[in-house]
């Protein structure tokens, strides 16, 4: 397995963007806005459920992953920071984030449980941001013809995201979580983060007097269903989580680590392992 690092981007995110940032294109802006207001808490979610879960380990099993976990907050901790000014600049534009509301309402139920379902609902979420950074890697055009810092914050995200799906899921395993839970998480955020992703898309669209256009769905069928369409090539890949053998691992492509090489002038690496406080 990689060793995790952090990396700070080394991209100008103070200066504003333009509404339509996405190559002028209101569907994909809207999706890909969505995507980011759901990061910071849902990312901040990730990283308590990854510490609870490393405490909860045997110290023989927790010394075994504990340098992983570390990295895995890091990287977290750093997406975190980086769509947080992001989505500041969207709320400056007249978004509302209502995605963040209900992930808050669907934690508090999560309080008090077994650290185990926290752990699983978070590997679970993890394929699904992985599978998207392997399409965003794999289809930059997707992101339109927009700014270089913008393509620069994706596809970094992205391959970082690429880099650590693995961790989520070993963690759960190590810790004696059954099948039954992961696949029950697993068809429980299939439904919620499908629902959220249009419901935010939506209102977003709504918001940029875009809903009604037919160039909105235009685009919007090519994003989702055309030839290199999300939808068309994810199905593969999600439908794998169900499999008994499945493992994060078996679905590595090398384009995670081919775009961090060729990139290394876009981040400075700023810590490596280190203990979770």
Not at 85 to 100: C, D, I, K, M, S
Not at 259 to 272: F, I, K, Q, S
Request: aromatic share 12%.
């Amino acid at each position: 397995m990689t060793e995790l690092v952090v990396r700070r981007l080394m991209i100008d995110l103070e200066r504003p963007f333009e509404r339509r940032w996405a190559g002028g294109d209101a569907f994909r802006s809207a999706f890909m806005n969505a995507l980011s207001m759901s990061f910071p808490l849902g990312e901040q979610f990730f990283i308590d459920a990854v510490r609870q879960g490393l405490k909860a380990l045997p110290e023989a099993q927790r010394a075994g992953m504990e340098r992983q976990v570390q990295g895995f907050v890091g990287q977290e901790a750093t997406h975190r920071r980086i769509h947080a000014l992001f989505n500041g600049h969207l709320e400056r534009q007249g978004f509302v984030n209502a995605w963040e509301g209900r992930i808050r309402r669907r934690l508090e139920r999560l309080e008090g449980k077994d650290p185990r379902h926290a752990v699983a609902a978070t590997a679970a979420t993890e394929h699904f941001t992985a599978i998207l950074a392997e399409h965003l890697l794999a289809h930059p055009e997707a992101l339109g013809d927009c700014e270089p810092r913008l393509v620069t914050m994706w596809l970094w995200h992205a391959s970082e995201e690429s880099e650590h799906k693995c961790i989520a899921f070993d963690l759960y395993r190590a810790m004696g979580g059954n099948e039954r839970w992961r696949l029950r998480w697993f068809r429980l955020v299939t439904f919620f983060f499908l629902t959220d992703v249009l419901r935010q898309t939506l209102d977003n669209l709504r918001r940029d007097r875009a809903l009604w256009r037919a160039s909105t769905w235009r685009s919007a069928w090519q994003f989702l269903f055309g030839p290199t369409g999300l939808v068309r090539l994810t199905y593969r890949p999600w439908r794998a989580y169900l499999r008994p053998d499945f493992h994060p691992s078996r679905e590595e492509s090398g384009r995670a680590q081919q775009w961090l090489t060729a990139h290394a002038d876009a981040y400075r690496v700023v810590g490596e392992g280190g203990r979770v406080r």
